[in-house]
């Protein structure tokens, strides 16, 4: 079991960049698959971008690639979302999922492991 807790919200202006932060408790973290979704006031939850077991291929949503990126680093226990050239529609609170599978899916239902998530705002 697991313990996820997301840093690096807050608020910016378009064009800007945040990297944010997924730092997990537990020893076999680095067995765990992690993705980051978020979810904008009154829409669903979507996926983001995730990540597998270390050396595995990354994945991104369709509208971030290119502006998002994720890593992980295993000694830290922590996974990152590197967000560049950041836009109003990026607004949402973010949130950091992991999973001991280690298998990337992109429905939310696939993780176990939630944290409570940091808020991104961007302004225009």
Known sequence: QVQVVESGGGLVQAGDSLRLS???S????????????RQAPGKERKFV?????????????????????ISRDNA??????????L?????AVYYCAADPSGTIRMDATGYAYWGQGTQVTVSS
């Open 49 to 69: 971008a995730g990540i597998p077991v270390s050396g595995g291929r990354t994945y991104s949503a369709d509208s971030e690639e290119g502006r998002f990126t």
């Open 26 to 37: 537990g020893r076999t973290f680095w067995l765990y698959a992690v993705a980051w979704f």
């Open 22 to 24: 997924c730092a997990a």
């Open 87 to 91: 836009k109003p529609e990026d607004t």
């Open 76 to 85: 830290k226990n922590t996974v990152y979302l590197q967000m560049n050239n």
